[in-house]
Structures are given as structure tokens and as C-alpha cells.
């Protein structure tokens, strides 16, 4: 059985960092494509960053520059290290999985496995 477990998140003053973890279990991160999204209330749901199995890696346009996603092979866990962070990245932000397909996808539809989410909250 598939589980994801984010952790990390918290409250952060504006320009600050946090590293979020997504550890899995049931699965290798390093056989698949991997997502991390972000859902802000009345918002819909927003590709952040992703890592290929290749380990490159591919970012939403309001994260670039700051944002930073890697993987921990050892630890089978993906990172995404968050800097100078704004106010409007404040959302419940959520690690994913593409089970089939090599690509990576910014759409929520085409990831099969969520976690259950770690809220990031950044005061102005």
C-alpha cells in the first residue's frame, strides 16, 4: 500500500525558509515522477515543482528562483527547500505521484498518489 507523509511545514515570517519532506512508503520515488502542489482556500490546486525519475526537475512559474526540489534516495523521501517566501505562497501544499508515464505533468489529474497535505503559512 502506497502512503505519503509530508512534514515540514509551519508559520514563517516573509523572506524566510522552510524545508518541507515527503517520505513514501509502498513505493520508490526514484522509479517515478513526483509533484509537489499547493492549495490556497477558494483556490484551485497549483503545480509548485516535480522531479523526473532522471532527476531532473521542472517548477511553476511563481516558485522559480526560490524554490528547490530534490530527492533523498537513501531515505526515499523528496525535499522541497522554500526560500524568500511571500505571503502568497501560504497554502496547504501536498506531494504527489505519477504511477504511470514518464513525463512531468502540472495537472493534479494526472498524479495517482497524494499525501494529506502540510500547511505553510507566511506572515507578512
Known amino acids: 500500500q502506497v502512503q505519503l507523509v509530508e512534514s515540514g511545514g509551519g508559520l514563517v515570517q516573509a523572506g524566510g525558509s522552510l524545508r518541507l519532506s515527503c517520505a513514501a512508503s509502498?513505493?520508490?520515488?526514484?522509479?517515478?515522477?513526483m509533484g509537489w502542489f499547493r492549495q490556497a482556500p477558494g483556490k484551485e490546486r497549483e503545480f509548485v515543482a516535480g522531479i523526473r525519475r532522471s532527476g531532473g526537475t521542472g517548477y511553476g512559474d511563481s516558485v522559480k528562483g526560490r524554490f528547490t526540489v530534490s530527492r533523498d534516495s537513501a531515505q526515499n523521501t523528496v525535499l522541497l527547500q522554500m526560500n524568500n517566501l511571500k505571503p502568497e505562497d501560504t497554502a496547504v501544499y501536498y506531494c504527489?505521484?505519477?504511477?504511470?508515464?514518464?513525463?512531468?505533468?502540472?495537472?493534479?489529474?494526472?498524479?495517482?498518489?497524494w499525501g494529506q497535505g502540510t500547511q505553510v503559512t507566511v506572515s507578512s
Open positions: 504527489a505521484v505519477r504511477s504511470f508515464g514518464i513525463s512531468l505533468k502540472m495537472v493534479p489529474s494526472e498524479y495517482d498518489y
Open positions: 509502498g513505493l520508490t520515488f526514484s522509479t517515478y515522477v
